[in-house]
């Protein structure tokens, strides 16, 4: 990678996957899929190094397992729409799935939408399962509607050298859709060029209570490296999230880089155009668990609160969840040139227990966070605190070794900044902010 050593206080991934079409060759045959029975037998027939074409336009529907075939990297299975994509590198959108716009989200560029995706399609309960070697280009991925909650859209959970290239996954305005992707223990896994929306949850309790686009950080396997670059992520939850469950290993060298974090203000009732469903919203980027992260050139827009959070935009709150993750562990974190703007809060950089009944985590260190903007704080407006960064720190490890520098917030509406923990507890060491421009709310700092 060409990221370097270190950024302050953080060592930057020391790995990344290289997702170009040209590292991906599937030189064996092309073959024409036709319907979505053809497709589970085009599948198990398939040979390392061939090229599935799915008709643009047409409509795939069932539970899809595509299953580790022993391929290597001279020979990946690509699963394609055979319609005109945009150019490598450039990111999707619904107009090549027939949509001009889709309404409460930002334009996209379309003067002439067509359906030049082929769409597969998750029938209730389903989800597709993706294992070894696969790249999937230009494929609309969603679920039918009223069937119910769909906990996963695509299942790559231990899954190895997968790429989702120019894809749109998305669930439906008013089903429960908990993720589109979840791949934990997963190795060297792609979401590039991509759009990702209505994933949500609506229930404070049940099998759907918390959602994301991209979820990864839990289980017994570590997993890595991760490239998350160039999306749109919308996600009521999280946008994108590591750990949040049982594990007993950390994800590492994880590059999430030039996406842009959305949250639709019609999900929010205090908005005069929401749209009448109250979904469970969180916040746009959280790491409870991994390591060696680089967080850079991201927008990250909307957060509110009035459910279990307080509208932050950023979480990095390593947490032992439900005494099921003692491992669990938040270090060399670099978040730089990103853009938070429109929430209740800003950031909450913690060390903390999950309740008092459970045990700590393994805690927080080395971060650097820098080149940032932070813009429109308003607790009363978005239903949270107002604190525009949180650093706190419970019983267990301390957090320590924490730069927060060049930082412009044009408006706090209410705290700059809360730092502290228990009195009797570990105290945080080595945390500086410097060369920072700062609007003063009520008041500068809270400890």
């Avoid at 994509?85 to 334009?107: F, I, N, Q, V």
């Avoid at 790429?163 to 008013?174: L, Y």
């Avoid at 060029?193 to 759907?208: E, K, N, P, Q, V």
Wanted: hydrophobic fraction near 35%; charged fraction near 15%.
């Amino acid at each position: 990678p060409a990221f370097g050593d270190k950024d302050g206080p953080a060592t930057l991934p020391q790995s990344c996957f290289y997702a170009a079409l040209s590292a991906t060759p599937s030189p064996g045959r092309k073959v024409a899929v036709s319907s979505g029975d053809g497709l589970q037998k085009a599948i198990a027939q398939a040979r390392c190094g061939d090229t599935l074409l799915l008709q643009a336009g047409n409509s795939y529907e069932g539970t899809f397992d595509f299953p580790d075939k022993g391929c290597d990297d001279t020979h990946w299975i690509t699963v394609r729409t055979d319609g005109e994509l945009p150019s490598e590198g450039t990111r999707t959108s619904p107009c090549y799935a027939g949509m001009a716009s889709l309404k409460g989200r930002p334009a996209f560029a379309c003067t002439t939408p067509k359906k030049e995706m082929a769409m597969l399609v998750v029938p209730p309960k389903g989800s597709i399962k993706v294992k070894d070697h696969y790249r999937f280009i230009g494929l609309e991925i969603t679920r039918t509607g009223g069937g119910g909650t769909i906990n996963t859209l695509v299942n790559a959970q231990n899954g190895n050298k997968i790429i989702f290239d120019r894809v749109w996954m998305h669930g439906t305005a008013e089903d429960e859709t908990t993720r589109a992707v979840a791949f934990q223990g997963g190795t060297y896994i792609a979401a590039i060029d991509s759009y990702f929306s209505d994933l949500h949850c609506i229930a404070r309790t049940g099998a759907c209570t918390d959602s994301q686009t991209l979820w990864a950080g839990a289980g017994p396997i570590a997993g890595g490296s991760y490239k998350i670059v160039n999306n749109y992520l919308e996600s009521a939850g999280e946008g994108v999230m590591f750990g949040g469950g049982g594990g007993s290993a950390t994800p590492t060298d994880i590059e999430i880089r030039r996406n842009y974090f959305y949250k639709p203000p019609s999900w929010n009732r205090s908005d005069p155009n929401f749209i009448g469903i109250t979904y469970i919203v969180k916040n746009n980027l959280e790491f409870k668990n991994g390591a060696r992260a680089l967080v850079e050139g991201n927008v990250l827009e909307n957060s509110w609160g009035g459910f279990t959070q307080n509208g932050f935009q950023v979480l990095l709150t390593p947490k032992n969840q439900n005494s099921h993750c003692p491992e669990c562990v938040v270090h060399d974190i670099t978040l730089r040139y990103c853009v938070l703007r429109h929430s209740a809060s800003g950031m909450q950089l913690a060390n903390s227990a999950d309740g008092p009944q459970h045990g700590v985590s393994q805690g927080m260190s080395h971060v650097s966070i820098h080149d940032v903007i932070i813009d429109d704080i308003n607790a009363k407006q978005y239903a949270g605190n107002g604190f525009t960064f949180q650093i706190s720190n419970d019983d267990g490890t301390p957090l320590q070794d924490m730069t927060i520098d060049h930082v412009t917030v044009p408006h706090s509406e209410r705290v700059l900044f809360i730092v502290g923990g228990p009195a009797a507890g570990n105290q945080m060491t080595n945390i500086t902010i410097s060369n920072s421009i700062l609007d003063v709310g009520s008041f500068e700092a809270i400890s």
